[in-house]
Nanobody, 124 residues
Framework: QVQLVESGGGSVQAGDSLRLSCAASGYTHNKYCMGWFRQAPGKKRERVASIYLHGGSTYYADSVKGRFTIAQDNAENTLFLQMNTLKPEDTDMYYC?????????????????WGKGTQVTVSS
């Protein structure tokens, strides 16, 4: 059973940076997609960034390209999301998620392991 625990959220000013962490446990191979999603109450959940652990193929939403970076630390079983030049519209609850996959093509959907989320609030 994969378990995911996020940390690193907080309240910052526009233009600041934050790094989110996701401590992962319970998986025994690396054919997983892992991703960061965000969702505000009443809004659709958005895939912010994802990475296919077997090879490192990454995806970024257009809204965060050039500002956010997803990375993995295999030794520590930790997924990171470095968020730079934060904007008020980045305010959301951020969730770490994972799914088993034989291909990076499936990293867009059907995540079945989720963390509880960490709140990011960016004020102008």
């Amino acid at each position: 059973q994969v378990q995911l625990v996020e940390s690193g959220g907080g309240s910052v000013q526009a233009g600041d940076s934050l790094r989110l962490s996701c401590a992962a446990s319970g998986y025994t191979h690396n054919k997983y997609c892992m991703g960061w999603f965000r969702q505000a109450p009443g809004k659709k959940r958005e895939r912010v960034a994802s990475i296919y652990l077997h090879g490192g193929s990454t995806y970024y939403a257009d809204s965060v390209k050039g500002r956010f970076t997803i990375a993995q630390d295999n030794a520590e079983n930790t997924l990171f999301l470095q968020m730079n030049t934060l904007k008020p519209e980045d305010t959301d609850m951020y969730y770490c998620a994972a799914r088993v996959s034989s291909s990076p093509d499936r990293c867009a959907y059907d995540y079945n392991y989720w963390g509880k989320g960490t709140q990011v609030t960016v004020s102008s």
